[in-house]
């Protein structure tokens, strides 16, 4: 059996928390590394939060017309979504002197995450196949229009390569939360060659850039750079074109909606790195906000 067909050891189930209302959307979440779906689910779920275009959920005033603030739990702004909150298999964290941890996969710096990049490939490659089994049972049940994914941390960095794999139908939207995109330089390398210009905005110069890509139309060598990223991708993973069973070339994951939001006060992922990770996914021509 290759390598790219293998699967991972799992035996935690999903945490489903049902809809307080009729079924009508998905929301897939993951967590970050050593928390599981037990821990985050709960924080997450009941958290207050008050609408965008009302007073924050700390104010005590109360709207203009004198009604009184709309604070609800995050829940209760999706009464009619099912969340499906799983967790990573336990696996051995090198860093942490191999010491068993849930995670997605294995990595060794979160500030600098090009180093020893090669551990996160067998976890990254066991994870993407587990997470579009998980996507196809709620596209099942709900349609791809209504499944959303959501990550924080590693949890983001897992569901963003599990959607630059994504060959099957174009879901409700993508959310990553202070993640990054493992894998970064590597895929920017595969197109550098195709684009003229500065390359230094995309591995890793601290400077701001206001793109890093030429926009336009144009596709260049074999394919367009999304698909050139995503090739190399899948090399260095050790997926072939032929595992999931698709034929097409194209990947829905370029007219998804995605948001990438980042506390700048993060500790353990630093606000820059979430940065380039959102400008790569735009420079790869993938519709994203921040």
Known sequence: MSS?????????????????????????????????????????????????????????DSPADGSPTPVKSFQEHFPNTKFVFSTAPLRRAVVFKRSLTHQWFDNWSLTEPELKQHLQAQGLRETSVYLHGLLKDEIKIVGASNVVFMGLSQGCAASIVAMLLWKGERIGA???????????????????????????????????????????????????????????????LGISQDDDGVDEKSSYFQSIPVFMGHGRDDEKVPCYIGKLAAEFLGGIDICYEM
């Open 174 to 236: 993508l959310v990553g939360m202070c993640g990054y995109v493992p894998f970064r330089k590597g895929m920017y390398e595969s197109v550098e060659d195709a684009n003229s210009g500065d390359t230094d905005s995309l591995v890793g110069s601290d400077d701001d850039q206001e793109d890093m890509f030429e926009r336009d139309d144009e596709e260049f060598g074999s394919g367009s750079k999304f698909e050139k990223a995503v090739d190399w991708l899948r090399e260095e």
């Open 4 to 60: 790219s067909k293998s699967k991972p050891q799992r035996t935690i189930l999903p945490l489903v928390i049902p809809p307080l209302h009729d079924h009508k959307t998905t929301m897939i979440i993951l967590h970050g590394r050593g928390s599981s779906a037990e821990k985050f689910a709960e924080p997450l779920l009941t958290h207050m939060v008050s609408p965008g275009d009302t007073v924050p959920a700390t104010s005590t």
